[in-house]
């Protein structure tokens, strides 16, 4: 061996030696974001009503939060807050255990009933 192929190899691993380590690094960098980002929407998310109603329905908002996607639910509590149908919704949850036919009031309802059907 060639005191240049030597010389290139051992380029070659230092190289491949930091980007695996800046790949690491940014990967725990990005899961911690990506945790801090969840935990800011699972406080808005239980700030609504529809925290409650994924809870009377059993379904956990940790599973919730982490199976659907981040626009869907950015879509659902939109839906949520502009919801005329709160009377409805606080008659409901005041049971505290609410079954997914006696949501058809829900904006959310298909949503909802979906994720149910996944998890059964």
Not at 41 to 68: N, P
Not at 87 to 115: G, H, P, T, Y
Request: charged share 20%; proline share 0%.
């Amino acid at each position: 061996m060639n005191l240049f192929s030597l010389v290139s190899a051992i380029l070659l691993v230092i190289l491949l030696t930091a980007f695996m380590i800046m790949l690491l690094l940014a990967i725990i960098f990005n899961m911690k974001i990506g945790a801090k980002y969840r935990t800011v929407l699972a406080r808005k998310l239980h700030a609504l009503r529809m925290g409650s109603m994924l809870t009377a329905l059993g379904i956990d908002a940790e599973v919730y939060l982490h199976s659907i996607k981040i626009s869907d639910i950015h879509r659902q509590m939109e839906r949520c807050s502009a919801c005329d149908n709160t009377a409805q919704c606080d008659e409901k949850l005041s049971n505290n255990n609410v079954d997914s036919d006696d949501i058809d009031f829900c904006s959310n309802k298909e949503s909802f009933k979906s994720m149910l059907n996944k998890t059964i």
